[in-house]
């Protein structure tokens, strides 16, 4: 057999298979949410169209992955800090060259289309931090060296957030997952959680009563576990870290985020309530969601979808279309599909004959697992509207073609397994 034939014969064919499904129906979903009543126009798949351009941006992203399957599968590893460092200059240029949209210098121009630096730069860093565990053992490697990992997604974080663009910034905390299945500590974890909890919090209650309340908690805690070994240290340690976080949340709330950006979060924690003006998005979200009840109102007849009663419908909310004409039954068919092709994605990881495939693969899952969990709770409102794609099905170049690259790496990776001794 040639080499390219055994190539194509080893992909994974489970995981295709549902990356050529979750394409298609993100394109019928774009084309339902933007081509308005079918009896009242005439179809047009030119450029003037979003689900016309979405097809040339489904054309190059195939063209993309069979790129990829053809490319010796050592090259990724080989090439991944260049490749970082390619995509940090690129949001480094965004911010210099870049096009305001939304209020966010997110875009690069490149004729009649744009390019969104921050969507490719996940791939870029899930390549570089695959790249450092697998050239040292994180569960027994130097302080120094367990936080050099941490900087391969800070940079790009700090990038992000300088354009700003809080939502692709947030993806990047994504790549916990592959640290924590590297030795990652587990109580880190939950301080992780606590701080979360700190952040929210933050929000409702004075910060000098929440930090008198943690100062509280601390020394009973203490006092309890008096006999355990450097209790104290970890103690001051933890309010130290609390005092940071509660003033940095403060700082960042007064001066940082955008009014609208207040907004959704005063909205989200039920601080007030506005569906005539910053809720309006979710608002309409969940009836348009609701409406389609248990089977959905059919294709192409949402009425919500169709009358344009939600807002950015066919990008950070496509998901509505989703409940609204599929219902319950084809929103539970998506979330499956994404559930099926994350886990397979986990599956094939701990096969990997290479660390760096393995870590490579945990990130892809964590990438995908974030994006699909941030997008959908924000559609229903669980989350605020910090406006990240749905993988495949949200319109757009940058998301469809990262995405894309992103998963096919792992494909040519676990492909190539079969050439590796």
């Not at 060259?97 to 997110?106: I, K, L, P, T, Y």
């Not at 302080?143 to 992000?160: C, D, R, T």
């Amino acid at each position: 057999m040639s080499r390219r034939g055994a190539v194509f014969g080893n992909v994974d064919k489970w995981i295709v298979a549902v990356y050529f499904i979750l394409v298609a129906m993100g394109w019928l979903n774009i084309f339902s949410s933007t081509c308005g009543i079918i009896e009242e126009q005439t179809v047009n798949f030119s450029l003037s169209t979003d689900y016309g351009r979405q097809m040339v941006f489904m054309a190059v992203a195939f063209l993309c992955a069979f790129i990829i399957l053809l490319v010796d599968g050592k090259l990724f590893a080989q090439t991944s800090y260049v490749i970082y460092v390619l995509f940090c200059l690129l949001l480094v240029a965004v911010l210099v060259v870049g096009e305001e949209v939304s209020g966010a210098r997110s875009w690069i121009k490149v004729g009649s289309f744009s390019i969104q630096p921050a969507e490719f730069a996940k791939f870029a860093t899930a390549l570089a931090v695959s790249r450092y565990l697998s050239d040292h053992d994180y569960s027994k490697c130097s302080l120094q060296n367990k936080l050099l990992v941490y900087l391969f997604p800070l940079i790009p974080i700090g990038l992000i957030m300088l354009e700003p663009d809080a939502g692709s910034a947030l993806v990047f905390f994504s790549f916990l997952i592959p640290l924590f299945r590297e030795g990652f500590s587990g109580s880190l974890i939950v301080l992780g959680f606590y701080l979360i909890l700190l952040v929210l919090l933050s929000f409702l209650i004075d910060k000098y009563i929440l930090l008198g309340a943690v100062l509280l908690l601390l020394i009973l805690m203490v006092v309890l576990l008096r006999r355990t070994r450097h209790i104290f240290r970890y103690a001051i340690l933890i309010f130290i870290v609390s005092v940071a976080t509660v003033f940095s949340v403060d700082y960042g709330y007064e001066h940082i985020l955008q009014p609208h950006q207040k907004d959704r979060i005063e909205i989200l924690l039920g601080m007030k309530q506005d569906i005539k003006g910053a809720g309006y998005n979710v608002h309409q979200s969940k009836i348009a969601i609701g409406s389609g009840g248990f089977a959905g109102k059919g294709y192409l007849k949402g009425t919500k979808t169709k009358f344009d009663f939600v807002p950015e419908q066919q990008t950070d909310f496509i998901f509505c279309t989703v409940g609204e004409e599929e219902g319950f039954i084809g929103s539970l068919a998506v979330l499956g599909l994404f559930l099926f092709l994350i886990i397979r994605i986990i599956i094939i990881a701990e096969r990997q004959r290479t660390k760096f495939s393995r870590i490579y693969g945990y990130c892809v899952a964590g990438i995908f697992f974030f994006h699909v969990w941030i997008n959908i709770s924000m559609t229903i409102g669980l989350m605020p509207v910090i406006g990240i794609p749905l993988p495949f099905f949200s319109y757009g170049g940058s998301s469809l073609m990262s995405f894309t690259i992103l998963l096919f790496i792992f494909v040519k990776l676990d492909a190539y397994r079969y050439d590796i001794l």
